[in-house]
């Protein structure tokens, strides 16, 4: 049987405002029967064009088509109404109601049976293999757990064409698998699945076809059997590009910086971070994997003298001196005097680490006023270093005396790499810092992190692309509810090992 085209885009252009193109002429067609993933780049304008087919957008030129007719889709309950359903990035979920509520709220003009609306949403849940109580609170969910609610309220509202922007951006490995099962048998049922992602190997392992998109232009459309990791990134970046990342053997290393029984508790009373002990090694990259907010952030700032610590120590050996200091109760600036050189790069790029309304060239002398009055009013070797990092991390920026405020996030980002690096650090903790960053610049920092490794420093790597943690680190620490559930050999470990360390609290056993 040939697939009937579910969604039919022909020539769809959309602007915001004057100077940005978010998609320029894109015409492609997702069928019936299929699940056909949208890739592309961080902006090359995914969640846009779904946005346009959601009823979110609407298109400044060209035209939808649906199940082959012309559609005029203003408003996402226009989109329900041709059974077109959309899982956002950001769940719209009421807290304090159950699954069930949720799911119902808004249909059927408010009025409904829940008693008979359980019943049908513990159909679909068979039906396609969901793991859902339909009476549990939302604020006690998982994030996994909201997402299938999410998808279930869309299939609830009958929904045949379904479209999710970046499902497993949250997800563990077992989660991610899941719901890929889930949609496969949606797809096998005659729906019509379009997935965004811009990670290849789900690309490959879930989807039928897979389009492409770079900056807003439709580059083409291809049979994922037909095609291969560096074809697909050829197409998202437009030029080829070496996927490998190098992994030398540590040499020498020496326990750098030893972290032992730490405890953290936040303003509710809550443990944080929970007997963490580890040793950070130099010419090592140590990674941290996790689900986002297990302890990650108030770990890299308890070691930065930013975050109070209950308990534990965290002892730092001098490979200069021989001494041992002990970090522990220090600010960021005793560290310093202390001439512990621990450079860091928060997840919050603005506050933390940057100042959002200083120029770039002030910015790097945030960093060095310590080294004595004389250097505050020094200017010429802040603005050698920002022309540097400007130069070689390749900085979208007017200029040096760019307020940073003024740039994009990838390349405020690019810029507190560069600066932290600058500093010759011994100890160099960085979160999440390809996060919305292209391939090309992601490739070029995990090369930094190489060199940086290679010169000895004890790296600290948060991380949330599990793939890119197996190729590039050393060992992986894995943290789960403030707890340490595993440290592993990177060499040896597999993803669905750490996934599982993931969701383990440490409790279990
Ligand atoms: N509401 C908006 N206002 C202005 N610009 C926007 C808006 N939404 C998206 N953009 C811009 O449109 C481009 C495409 O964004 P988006 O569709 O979110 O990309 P993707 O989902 O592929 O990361 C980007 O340059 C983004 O900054
Ligand atoms: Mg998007």
Redesign the pocket.
Known sequence: MTKQPAIELKNITKR??AK?I??NNVSLTAYHGEVLSIL??????????M?MISGI?FPDEGQIFVNGKEAVIASPKDAFGFKIGMIHQHFKLVDVFSAAENIVLGIDGGKYNLKKSTEEIKKISEQYGFDLDPEKKIYSMSVSEKQTVEIIKVLYRGADILIL??PTAVLTPQETAKLFDVLRKMRDDGKCIII?T?KLHEVLSLSDRVSV?RK?EYVGTVNTAETSESELTEMMVGKKIDLNIERSDPKDPQDRLVVKDLDCINRDGVAVLDSISFTARSGEILGIAGIAGSGQRELLEAIAGLQHISQGDILYNDPKSGKTENLRDKTPVQIRDLGVRLSFVPEDRLGMGLVANMDIVDNMMLRSYSKGRSAFLERKAPKDLAMKIIKDLEVVTPGASTPVRRLSGGNVQKVLVGREIAASPTVLMVAYPVRGLDINSSYMIYNLLNEQKEKGVAIIFVGEDLDVLLELCDRIMVIGSGKITGIEDARTVTKEQIGLLMTKTGEEE
Do not use: C, R
């Open positions: 915001f405002g940005v978010a998609n592309g780049e961080n902006g090359s304008g995914k969640t846009t064009l946005n957008y922007d970046e965004i811009h998109l807003g």
